[in-house]
């Protein structure tokens, strides 16, 4: 059965800093290329980052780029998103989906085929 589950969200004071896991059971998490997205309280899902599988090119949101870092250790099946410089509008629930796309972009959730339940991240005086 494949699936993807996450972990490592948590209550975090503005400035600081998280990693997130996405683990893979059931199939080989590199020949998938692999997204983060994020959904905030009454608010649409947001992609905001992915690592593509082959060549591992990476993408991020504007609104992340320079705080966040994607990336994979195919030995432990597992994708990481590394999150500095937290900020408020960081806080949702983060999830992790697989696409078999080669360059999935962040835009359209519908390509992502396999998704996991989600981690909790708020940011938080």
């Known amino acids: 059965q494949l699936r993807l589950v996450e972990s490592g969200g948590a209550l975090v004071q503005p400035g600081g800093s998280l990693r997130l896991s996405c683990a893979a059971s059931g199939f080989t998490l590199n020949s998938y290329t692999i997204g983060w997205f994020r959904q905030a309280p009454g608010k649409e899902r947001e992609g905001v980052s992915r690592v593509s599988t082959i060549d591992s090119s990476t993408l991020y949101a504007d609104s992340v780029k320079g705080r966040f870092t994607i990336s994979r250790d195919n030995t432990k099946n597992t994708v990481y998103l590394r999150m500095n410089s937290l900020k408020p509008e960081d806080t949702g629930v983060y999830y992790c989906?697989?696409?078999?796309?080669?360059?999935?972009?962040?835009?359209?959730?519908?390509?992502?085929?396999?998704w996991g339940q989600g981690t909790q991240v708020t940011v938080s005086s």
């Open positions: 989906a697989a696409s078999a796309r080669l360059y999935a972009g962040l835009q359209n959730r519908e390509e992502y085929t396999y």
